[in-house]
């Protein structure tokens, strides 16, 4: 066999969608720079749909696909054809929103450094990515998701998680797939009907006495609309209604319940008042920093369980009576357990919670 390595031109000069405005100069102070790295993913488009539902007018978003210069399993041309036009598909999901809509298409060698270089040059405030993309590596998300979940920490990122039924759907024949993808990328009418909505979202945002938490609801702060909602939630550990002693000529320490439940009682109290606290703390800098918010927009929540806060968390966020949109969490909060870069709580929720976005505010 004899393989033939053509030259590959390290950018592509895209011409912009006809009938199209692709920028917007608005006199807004309050401009945002979001970013949304583009393949020929549903997941991708879905990431797009979701930003342009929570941009303003005016904001500034940024829509980047990076090739790897070894994708040669499909034809140069029909790679970056495909690649031009699941770039339009995102575009087009922007129509009407009134935004300064920046394309860009990067051969490299490799796309996940590739993706978090061009992060650090123009600095989103939020990077929206779906879960999974074209990467042959799988786990609860992708590699390249993973990777700029772990590299960019100068804004902040949300993932689109999968459902169960997504995931079923995802067990399709991989050449059907891989035509699919070759074809170029076209929005669904769901992503479509998606994009087209304004705000409306429901925000379940996650906090303890942390700086992260307080991060995550100043970034809250400044990106909700007048048309949403937000839940700050507060869960704790329940005090232990039971203490350990170590009896004479013991080797393990043996479980005594209390005497009376007087000491119980008390420590139980005193959790759910530090929850409650922590909840109306984050609740309060909200509204005092967007004044034009109805104290019923925003609600203080607590849980106090013996399950722990990561499982709490999933528990309200899994209930399909609470109308949840968007899971909003920092990186670290007080857990003694650390991550390289996600705290432990934050860790279990990211890779326990299913067909929620997840928002990782650094």
Request: net charge neutral.
């Amino acid at each position: 066999k004899c393989f033939v390595l053509l030259p590959v031109p390290t950018s592509f000069k895209l011409p912009p969608p006809e009938n199209k405005q692709l920028t917007f100069n608005s006199t807004s102070t309050m401009v945002k720079t979001y970013c949304v790295p583009i393949d020929c993913s549903e997941d991708a488009l879905r990431a797009a749909a979701l930003c342009a539902r929570m941009c303003n007018e005016g904001d500034i978003v940024h829509l980047f696909s990076s090739i790897a210069r070894t994708s040669y399993h499909i034809p140069k041309s029909h790679h970056a054809d495909s690649r031009h036009r699941a770039l339009h598909a995102a575009a087009d999901l922007f129509t009407g929103k009134k935004v300064d809509l920046k394309l860009k298409m990067d051969v490299c060698t490799d796309v996940r450094s590739n993706i978090t270089d061009y992060l650090d040059s123009v600095q989103p405030d939020c990077v929206f990515m779906g879960s999974r993309g074209l990467g042959d590596i799988r786990g609860v998300i992708g590699s390249v998701s993973q990777y700029v979940l772990h590299h960019y920490e100068k804004g902040s990122i949300c993932i689109l998680k999968h459902s169960a039924k997504e995931k079923k759907e995802e067990s399709a024949p991989q050449d059907e797939k891989a035509e699919e993808q070759a074809a170029g990328a076209v929005a669904s009418p769901e992503v479509k009907e998606a994009a087209a909505q304004s705000g409306g979202l429901h925000y379940f945002l996650c906090v303890d006495d942390s700086k992260h938490a307080e991060r995550a609801a100043k970034f809250m702060a400044g990106h909700i609309k007048e048309t949403d909602t937000l839940t700050c939630f507060a869960s704790k550990e329940a005090p232990p209604q039971y203490y350990p002693i170590i009896p004479a000529m013991a080797m393990e320490p043996v479980a005594v319940q209390w005497k009376d439940n007087t000491h119980y009682e008390k420590e139980l109290t005193n959790t759910k008042k530090e929850a409650m606290e922590v909840a109306e703390k984050a609740k309060k800098l909200v509204l005092e920093t967007v004044p034009t918010l109805k104290e019923e927009q925003v609600v203080a929540a607590f849980s106090v369980d013996v399950v722990g806060p990561a499982k709490a968390i999933c528990q309200k966020v899994d209930n399909p009576d609470n109308k949840i949109d968007i899971v909003v969490m920092g990186t670290r909060g007080l857990g003694l357990i650390r991550r390289m870069v996600l705290g432990s709580v934050s860790n279990e929720v990211l890779h326990s919670v299913e067909g929620k976005p997840f928002l990782v505010v650094h």
